[in-house]
């Protein structure tokens, strides 16, 4: 019979009850090819009409995961497969990650197991920040897979300012499932949306960020979190005292809003306008909280390098530690981002690296998780995955993140002058050195340009220089966001 035909006739026998399944199963699972001509049709049809329109996602999924629109992709697949007739709309653009049936299985494939925290010498609680898609409770599956004892997450979109609430039965799934997985909600550490900045001097802007600020700690009192991450932000040319007195204004009338989730400041990398690059600035701000127990911060090491805090040695680090406790004071320390920094020091620039193959080394990791003053807060991994395959493509290769966990584990008591210890640091370091080459070459390109620039040209030459340097230094600080326009 001709193909036409059989179409129009499979088309033919299609009742309501049958549109009404598909519609159901075309969002939650994969068509299956061994299904019959006619169901392949139907499918077609069905997909075509949804991609006109929105889709309806549930917003705790992060939108720039490509697995949010597998499964209509993964229907159009079908249909590029299945229909030999010419089409009158585009094929859709092909995806640079894996699909999602294999996305899926690698998800569900336990990468490594986690270690009892009572088999470790300290109880480092080493994770690292998960997706999200699909759904909060996700989150709770893809850590456990990577054995993290800690993770991170964003609770919704976070380059965007769109965010419809939590599906009512989300925090009943994520409360079940982190009770089954044995975690407990203080080793969680939620992102803030990069676009959020409560230093923000706009009026508009600044109720934009606040709401979207509030709304995520809402969310986290929903989920029974204790603990929310987020970026101080951007002075926007203004005095610094004042910057930091509208961030603190914010979180006072948070924290009167919401139950008890404690609203934790990350240490930032640049200079000029962005806040928390000292640990001056952080203090400023916690001085200015009214509730002190609903305020801390999480020390990230790349953004505590390129900002000029040392910890590559014993005694550096030693130094460094005991400036953040006369500073800011050690009981306000909650969380810690373990990143090694493809830049070097005192560079500004926020350019994250794999453990030990970085300018700071195994070395500085080593006396993070030997500190037994940071046991029991969530350390949370935010290192590169991403890995190019044989057709150039890049995909997420989370057993990187799985590995990493084991490393930084098995630092904990190891002697760091031992055999060992040295040809594991050797062995890192030649991975990340055509990396390191790469990134010095660039510095020190930018300083021979800037040194150039700033000699003697008058007044007004020299302040434009120096306004530019300004501007440029808060440009390399590459994971601090943007403000929304």
Request: hydrophobic share 35%; aromatic share 6%; net charge neutral.
């Amino acid at each position: 019979m001709p193909r036409q035909s059989a179409r129009q006739a499979a088309q033919a026998k299609l009742t309501a009850e049958a549109i009404g399944r598909v519609e159901e199963k075309v969002v939650a699972t994969k068509v299956s090819k061994a299904k019959s001509a006619a169901s392949v049709v139907e499918s077609k049809v069905e997909v075509n009409k949804r991609a006109t329109t929105k889709r309806k996602v549930d917003y705790n999924e992060d939108k720039e995961d490509e697995s949010v629109k597998s499964d209509v992709n993964d229907i159009n697949d079908i249909k590029e497969e299945e229909d030999d007739e010419p089409s009158t709309k585009p094929a859709p653009k092909k995806r640079k990650t894996t699909t999602t049936s294999s996305k899926k299985t690698d998800d569900s494939m336990p990468l490594a197991a986690r270690t009892p925290l009572n088999t470790l010498k300290l109880a480092m609680k080493i994770g690292a920040h998960v997706s999200a898609a699909g759904g909060v409770q996700n989150s709770i599956t893809n850590a456990s897979s990577i054995g993290a004892n800690a993770f991170a997450i964003f609770l919704k979109p976070h380059r965007t300012w769109k965010y419809p609430p939590f599906s009512p039965e989300t925090p009943s799934l994520f409360s079940s499932l982190l009770k089954t997985s044995t975690y407990t909600p203080d080793i969680i550490l939620p992102h803030a949306s990069y676009l959020i900045n409560l230093a923000q001097p706009d009026k508009e802007k600044s109720t934009q960020a606040y709401s979207s600020f509030l709304d995520d700690l809402k969310r986290c009192d929903a989920l029974g979190i204790t603990l929310y991450n987020f970026h101080p932000g951007s002075t926007g040319g203004l005095p610094m005292s004042e910057a930091c007195a509208r961030i603190a204004s914010h979180l006072n009338t948070a924290h009167k809003a919401t139950k008890s989730v404690i609203t934790v400041l990350e240490n930032m990398c640049g200079s000029g306008n962005i806040i928390g690059s000292s640990f001056s600035d952080l203090a400023t701000i916690i001085s200015l909280v009214e509730d002190k127990s609903r305020v801390g911060v999480c020390l990230d090491t790349c953004h505590a390098f390129a900002a000029g805090y040392d910890i590559r040695s014993p005694e550096a680090y030693a130094k460094t530690m005991r400036e953040f406790d006369e500073v800011v004071g050690l009981k306000y320390l909650k969380a810690f981002h373990l990143n090694d920094s493809k830049a070097p020091f005192s560079s500004h620039r926020d350019l994250h690296e794999n453990i030990g193959q970085g300018f700071l080394g195994l070395r500085a990791f080593h006396n993070v998780v030997n500190d037994e003053r940071l046991q029991n807060i969530p350390m949370v991994l935010e290192t590169p995955i991403e890995v190019k395959g044989p057709d150039g493509k890049k995909t997420e290769d989370k057993k990187i993140w799985a590995d990493e966990i084991k490393l930084l584990e098995s630092l904990i008591g190891m002697d760091a002058e031992s055999k060992e210890f040295k040809d594991l640091e050797v062995e890192l370091q030649k991975k990340g050195a055509a990396e390191r080459k790469r990134i010095q070459e660039q510095v020190d390109k930018k300083a021979d340009k800037d040194a150039k620039k700033a000699a003697p040209k008058g007044k007004k030459g020299a302040a434009a220089a120096a306004k530019k340097k300004k501007k440029t230094e808060e440009e390399a600080c590459d994971s601090c966001g943007e403000e929304s326009e």
